[in-house]
């Protein structure tokens, strides 16, 4: 049922901003990424590409939290430090009153992937390149019962699965449940196209594909074709503008 699903909200999910970037936060990814190894390593870390990552060191754009955290996270430095140069560089020393741990410990970096999953007729997949990653808050990913390795993020489209999943909305796939045990939404692919939708099981084994847009047909899949069917995993999250 669509309560089952998280919607985002603040302090939940993708939560907390970073510090004003302060003046030589050049200098300082420069140094992280020294400390990675290469400035292709620290791209990686960061999720960015090296020439954004030079942008970055020459202060000619605005790097984001997930590619601050990968950048900390990778090189040893506080992030706290790396965005504002105040407090201690160093991972594992003291911070200020105000605070509450590293913010790279706080914060799981999701992967998402330049999949356009289909609530409406189907997407087909040629290859899974992962664009981005996001944080998502570890002790929200705990008390869900979330492994972050387990998962993953991608782009829905089309309105079959509305109003609870829009054209453009951004899922949350847990892939370690890739069974079919409750009324949810699930994110399957039949014949190289990937879809979202609710799936339920039937006394005889089989499963109902349904939409949440009435104006969308239900489907049936029989015990025999269930056993072949590639499951992704179950939706768990949904975000969208506003």
């Given at each position: ?10 302090g939940e999910?993708n ?13 300082r990814?420069?140094?992280a990424?020294e ?12 999720g960015v590409s090296e020439?954004?990552l030079y942008?970055?060191?020459?202060e000619?754009g605005?790097p984001?939290?997930s590619?601050?955290?990968?950048l900390?996270?990778a090189?040893g ?5 790396l965005?504002?140069?105040e407090?201690?560089?160093e ?9 509450g ?6 914060y ?7 999949i356009h999953?289909?609530?409406?007729h189907g997407?087909?997949v040629?290859?899974e ?5 996001m ?10 019962g ?7 993020l ?12 829009g054209d453009?909305?951004?899922v949350?796939v847990d892939t370690?449940r890739?069974?079919?045990r409750?009324?949810s939404i699930y994110v ?8 979202a939708?609710r ?28 056993r072949q069917?590639k499951?992704?995993?179950r ?5 969208r503008?506003?």
């Open positions: 049922m669509a309560k089952k699903n998280h919607k985002s909200e603040q999910g939560g907390r901003e970073l510090p004003n970037l302060a003046p030589g936060i050049g200098n990814i420069k140094l990424a400390r990675i190894g290469s400035r292709r390593s620290a791209a990686n870390e960061a020439d954004m942008r970055y060191i020459r000619q605005a984001s939290f590619a601050m955290a990968g900390a996270r090189s430095i506080r992030l706290e430090w965005a504002t140069g407090d201690a560089q991972e594992g020393k003291a911070l200020s009153d105000a605070g741990g590293n913010l790279a410990d706080e799981a970096l999701i992967p998402r992937y330049d999953v289909s609530a409406g997407s087909a040629y290859e390149n992962e664009v981005q990653r944080a998502f808050r570890r002790d929200w990913l705990r008390r869900e979330f492994a972050p390795d387990q998962l993953a991608v782009t829905t489209k089309g309105d079959s699965m509305e109003p609870t999943i453009g909305d951004l949350l370690s890739n069974e079919v409750d009324d399957l692919q039949v014949d190289g196209d990937v879809f939708k799936l339920q099981r039937d006394w005889e084994g089989g499963v109902w594909v349904r939409s949440d847009n009435p104006q969308y047909q239900d489907q049936h899949i029989t015990a025999e074709s269930y069917l499951i992704v995993g939706v768990v999250w949904i975000g503008r506003v």
